[in-house]
Nanobody, 123 residues
């Protein structure tokens, strides 16, 4: 499966962005989908993940109440709605797909990765 993330950009503190991750090849409903991010000089970190059917989600604590992950399997697309953005959210955001049923927050559990999309939050 090939993954293409989009929707990044420059936004002011308190603003919103919606990231999209389009999957091609095998249908995305085969995979658990996740979002990760990597800020300059920092390690890649887990942001959110969603089950194959979309009925279960999991967010890291720092984004709970602000970010929402969702998916539309008919469109083979996963979304990350980001609200109340703060400068600490500035990072390159990556989407990833997992074939198995391992830990959703562990980046090594994911089998496919898309190119990132840059999110910059100005103060």
């Amino acid at each position: 499966v090939q993954l293409q993330a989009s929707g990044g950009g420059l936004v002011q503190t308190g603003g919103s962005l919606r990231l999209s991750c389009a999957a091609s090849g095998r249908t995305s409903s085969t995979y658990v989908m996740g979002w990760f991010r990597q800020a300059p000089g920092k390690e890649r970190e887990f942001v959110a993940a969603i089950s194959r059917t979309g009925t279960s989600t999991y967010n890291t604590d720092s984004v709970k109440g602000r970010f929402t992950i969702s998916r539309d399997n008919a469109k083979n697309t996963v979304y990350l709605q980001m609200n109340s953005l703060v400068p600490e959210d500035t990072a390159v955001y990556y989407c990833a797909a997992m074939r198995g049923a391992s830990s959703w927050a562990r980046d090594t559990a994911y089998d496919y990765w898309g190119r990132g999309t840059l999110v910059t939050v100005s103060s």
